[in-house]
């Protein structure tokens, strides 16, 4: 077989798979958040994630910058690829939030066989890889070739498809964890940051994170924000306002600089 039939590539030791990809997480959600973050870090403004019982089967469809075939190669299928030491911002501004180098190897936790498709707007690409094959490879010491597939996302329709099969636990509860562990991870989701998360087509919100329910006091820095629903918080005597400017002394040294801090502390 030749270099052009096998056009992707990756290089991963055993161990590397053991302990960071396959044994690195032990739930749905936890994998589905690094992939989320992969989106934002891709500047997606939108995230869908769908759940297929039936199947079962999971996908997390983005409208991201999608990725050449050189991006897979040299960042999506290099386990360790740091993007924070190369960009500490994505092209449009964002600050990057993988760290690692190794949320897409998290899938392979929950999912035997994961599908990418993607595009950059210029050109198309889909590959399949197996926990079995890249085990395989990883034991012999030689590099595993992802197999290419059909590309489901079309080339004007910029962004990556991942597509999860062969899953190691069933969906059937994870949707509702799911929507409250992302809504209390990222705090850049909604209209005001530009970054639009949906789990069966229903968007995620503040409200989500479901912060208030057993909550019997709140103490407020400053007024409270304008942005959270806050009817379900405490009230009267079970609610307090602290100082939201508060001095700070810089690791240099030097005279305390004053800090303005927003937000509220609940019990």
Known sequence: MTHDDRPFQ???SLDVLQHLGIGLYSNIPAVLSELVANAWDADASRVRIDFDHQTPSIRIRDDGHGMSLHDINSKFLTVGYK???QHAETPD??????RKGIGKLAAFSI??????????GESVH???MNTRDIEEAA???GNYFPEPIDCLVEESDRGTL??????????SWAADHLRRRLARRFSVIGEKHGFDVSIDGDPITLDDRDYFNDMEFIWYFGDPADDWDFSRAPSG???GVLPNVVPILPPNGGPPVEHAIRGFIGT
């Open 10 to 12: 990756m290089t991963i």
């Open 162 to 171: 991942i597509r999860l099969t062969d899953l190691r636990k069933r969906p």
């Open 83 to 85: 993007r924070r030491l």
């Open 139 to 141: 034991r012999t010491g």
């Open 111 to 120: 999912a035997d066989t994961v599908d990418v498709h993607t595009s950059d």
């Open 237 to 239: 005597d079970g609610a």
């Open 126 to 128: 889909a590959f399949r």
């Open 93 to 98: 501004g964002r600050t990057v939030m993988g």
